[in-house]
């Protein structure tokens, strides 16, 4: 299967998400047709839709269900086909769970009540609780705001949670830099009456409490994986905008207040040296702003990069939309609110933190299993959003590298398993779903946890297993 043609299953399945729905006729050009003589060709069987390569890609022209009807996994069948896929060399065990989407019925269970770190699996739960708590078309403003408790002379750069600033113009066609400082300094500039030198102050008390989580190890604050928590940031504190990796700003911040202020006197206005932070008096007035991308945006761009930053941010902005406050604790408690309205079995889970990162954090593959298949069977279509923000493998995210081997057994579920993807030093996760052969929705979970060394072996093995619930009928 080549690229093409995995675009175009991939696409496939996004109407499954959209709709439940698979397109099972299309048009093709017409054909010259020879004159054949001798017995009639032989008829080769029938593909799914949603696992076929055409030739050219056509518009469909029938949409209808997945069909109920379609053959389950026989889990008899199924079970050795797994615990082949998931061996791994050392014995290391990996757990996992998959569920029949439409009944719910377990396929295959390995350790699946057993309570894992998830690492960024847990970013499910955060993304499934931001798009339940915050109006999905919402966007994030970064204002500028004088006059009030900080008197003439003042200008508060006010952070609401966009923590994806570009240091540059706006541009409205990326999530990253979606609201430009620099566009922000030159609207700022246009509206500013006189040429005395301007005070710049810093308005991030959006958010409360610690900015970094107590659990988390100082060796990934340092690796950069993650850094104090602020409502504002330019690419989510990474210290090269153009890249998301290395180190992060220690002051985020700072850090963007410090761009902005560049951006000013760029744009002609004069601005002391220094910087403060201030919270800005309710008297103060706007005089101009930038907006983010959509928080549906935010969350799938969340899932797809697995931005640990962004993670904790959505959870504190979810929190503060509920009532609770935009902290850390705030952000756990929402979380698990959201989960449990799901009527998911949330006993002995442990929440650490919405990224993952935390060595606190414990779930079992049934509870991710049983969040993923909510959200396949639920009707709230913004929290469909989890399900689009899932990378695709060979195509997408975190999983764009991944299954591209077309000599290897993973290289069956390019294009067709779609997950989220979870990594630490001792673990590695995937967490999503995959329509089989013939046609039927299948989720699963699989977590390897306790690893020793290298987290490669255990990946590939779960890499195989979902390549599995893609080719198997399993009858």
Known sequence: MNRSARVFTSLLLAL???????????????????LVTGPPPQVEPEIPVIQQTPDDVAAPTLVSQLDAQ??????????????????????TPVTGVVLDALTGEVLFDRGGGELQLPASNIKILTATAALAKLDPNQRLATSVLTGGAGGE?????????????GSGESDAGSVIGHAGLATLARETAAELDGDSPYRLVIDDSLFVGDVLNPSWQPGDVQAGEIAPIYPLAINSSWTDESKQSGARAADAALAAATVFREALLAAGVQVEEGIERQVAGEDAEEVASVESATVEALVEHMLRTSDNYLAEVLARLAAEASGRPASFGGGLETIAEVITGLEVQTEEMVLGDASGL???????????????????????????????????????????????????PTFAGAGLVRAKTGTLNAVTALSGHVVSVDGRLLVFSFIASGLDGTTEPARAAVDRAAAVLATCGCR
């Open 153 to 165: 002379g003042v200008l508060v750069l006010r952070g609401g949670g966009d923590v994806l600033l």
């Open 358 to 408: 935390s060595p606190r954090n414990r779930i079992s593959p049934r509870q991710l299993s049983d969040v993923v298949r909510t959200l396949l069977r639920s009707d709230n279509r913004a929290l469909r959003h989890v399900l689009h923000g899932l990378p695709v493998a060979s195509l997408s995210g975190t999983l764009a590298d991944r299954y591209n081997d077309d000599d290897a």
């Open 16 to 34: 499954v998400l959209g709709v439940l729905a698979v397109p099972v006729g299309f048009h093709y050009g017409p054909q010259v047709a020879e």
């Open 70 to 91: 379609a053959p389950v996994p026989v889990p008899d069948v199924l079970a050795p086909l797994l615990a082949a896929a998931l061996e791994v060399s050392g014995g």
